[in-house]
């Protein structure tokens, strides 16, 4: 676990492509902002080549996806593939809505993503393993969390995070778990969106998109982490904003300080 490399993303500041969902767009480009990246969105196929060949890492959100936004998603998919860029998705409701297994399926065939991030439901539901999603929830499942990631992975050949109370990142063989976290992220609607968008900054300043994965992982829970443990009682509407200053200001010595992995 290399927590460094959030003085490295700060240094660089890199660009992060987003194609976003209408919902949560704004958290997930002050996310990006406030950890030291530079967003940028975009939902025009004319553009896709040009936003992709200025950005550092993409991230593809799958959350509320026109028929119209599919051509343009495949066609950024594609893209980051050509001018290997690293490349993020969130499939988000894929494990509730058979519409969007269809929809993702077809776009995994159509390009491959270097990191896949999705809460039980969703990563289940790509892995072919039984599990009750409930809509962009991770909804009920009794199967092993690393097990359901490690098959994931394989069969999609990619990193894969599954987020969750400990989030569960592997590449397919090996596999760490981050500890940290706080269940005030599940009061905020678009806490995995930020974290997909996140991962794909860690990308950015790293070949290793494991070490990526893991590093955004532990930095984003353990910030939120910290959040919670400052302020006792705190609510939804108080915790998006001490959040993002905690995304803003939280330093490498304060995260290693409270890192919880194995
Ligand atoms: N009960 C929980 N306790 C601690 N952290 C959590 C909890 N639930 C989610 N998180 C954190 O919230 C973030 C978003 O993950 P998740 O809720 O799984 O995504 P999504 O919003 O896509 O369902 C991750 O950083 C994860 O570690
Ligand atoms: C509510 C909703 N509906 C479609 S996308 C979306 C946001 C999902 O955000 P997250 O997965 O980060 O909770
Ligand atoms: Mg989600």
Redesign the pocket.
Known sequence: MKVALLDELRAQNPIVFNVSNFVTVQDVANGINAIGASPIMSEEVAEADEMVGLAGAVCLNLGAVTATQVTQIRAVGQSANRQHRPLVI?P?AVGAVKYRMQMATGLLNDFHPDVIR??AGEIAALAGVDWQAKG?DAGEGTGDRTAIAKACAQKLKCVVILSGPTDVITDGERAVKVLNGTKLFQIHVGS??MLSSIVAAFCAVTDDYFEAAQTACLVFAAIGQLVAEATPNLGAGTFIMKLLDKLQTATVAEIEGIAAFE
């Open positions: 969130d988000v999705g809460n962009i995995g969106d």
